[in-house]
């Protein structure tokens, strides 16, 4: 698998639209067609959300007709094997011209069982780091791949850390596991120090004992039981001893520097890729690459705790936490 982890990308608070296909062309080779959109997850969870309405948007105004199933496989994971069945036969019965996957469950549920070299264009995003668990590419995809900016993340934390040895308190769950894995793997910390835990009170102990025992602390709190937002605010304020990093937007309260992905750039990278498929391009010829924009973000309120000042540079490109 090529790489696309690089030493530098472009960090951006927001988000600007990619320009592959021009409106007038995308209208004119789009319209009529059909473009069938899986979507691993829920409305209301904000990633997806992101990502499903950048692929609206832009391609509301080319005409092309798009379908979406919701496949739920947050809430009910036992459910994707018949969410796969229902994609299966609209794909067999509708017969669209491209179809879009985001995240990695309608990879491993439809295309790759499916729609592997077929002559159904697909177009990928959000599956996590890499593709190698699906033997990507195959001859009919091109696809963006979702990222953690975790080497920009850590040089910014270890300007104000005493040491380089980073850790990992995270949720015991199958996404948190599997970043921990790609952090070790693509990211330049193969000695990550991890913790994984179920609960409120594990995550309190697992954040005051490995501050002890690390410099700088990236930390996630999806799949925790009985997380209180205002509580656990005040909770990492008050306990912060190192510096605390993020990829997760909504963990901007609990971490010093947070680096969060942009769900539209997944999106309307894939609609864009679609529309490019649409007026004629191969998706050998569209390829495949990584997203490189974060919405950075920093706490000051944990900065003040830990006594330390952002550059002002990253201070005047961040949304503050005040």
């Keep these: 698998m090529r790489p696309f982890f690089q030493t530098t990308a472009t960090l951006l ?22 473009v069938l959109y899986l979507n691993a997850y829920h409305q209301g969870y904000a990633w997806s959300d992101e990502i499903q309405k950048a692929i609206e948007t832009k391609l509301a105004p080319t005409g092309a007709e798009l379908k979406t199933i919701l496949m739920d496989t947050k809430n009910a994971p036992a459910g994707g094997a018949a969410k796969a069945e229902e994609a299966k036969g609209v794909i067999e019965t509708w ?19 499916y729609l592997k070299d077929a002559a159904t264009p697909v177009v990928f995003c959000g599956v996590n780091w890499d593709g190698s ?5 195959y001859s009919n995809t091109a696809g963006m791949y979702e990222v953690a900016l975790v080497q920009q993340l850590v040089a910014t934390l270890r300007k104000h850390a005493k040491g380089a040895r980073v850790g990992l308190l995270a949720g015991d769950n199958e996404s948190s596991r ?38 700088i602390l990236l930390v996630r709190n999806d ?19 190192i510096p605390t990093g993020a990829i997760q937007e909504e963990i901007r309260y609990f971490a010093f520097a947070t680096y969060a992905k942009i769900g539209a750039e997944q999106g309307e990278w894939a609609a864009d890729a679609a529309l490019q498929i649409l007026t004629g391009k191969k998706p050998s010829e569209v390829g ?14 944990i900065a003040k705790r830990l006594g330390v000042m952002p550059d002002i540079a990253l201070v005047k490109q961040a949304e503050l936490v005040k």
């Design 13 to 34: 608070v927001l988000f600007a639209g990619l320009s592959g296909v021009c409106a007038g062309e995308a209208a004119g080779a789009a319209a009529g067609k059909k």
């Design 95 to 113: 017969k669209p011209d491209v179809v879009i996957v985001s995240d990695d469950n309608p990879m491993k549920l439809v295309v790759k069982p």
């Design 133 to 137: 668990a699906y033997g990507l590419p």
């Design 178 to 215: 599997a970043d921990g894995a790609g952090f070790k793997k693509h990211c330049g910390v193969a000695d990550l120090q991890e913790l994984y835990v179920p609960d409120l009170a594990g995550w309190k102990a697992g954040y005051i004992d490995l501050q002890t025992k690390v410099d």
């Design 223 to 241: 799949g925790v039981k009985g997380w209180q937002k205002d509580e656990m605010a005040a909770f990492c304020e008050e306990n912060a001893r």
């Design 288 to 301: 495949e690459t990584a997203n490189k924009k974060a919405k950075i973000i920093l706490n000051m309120r």
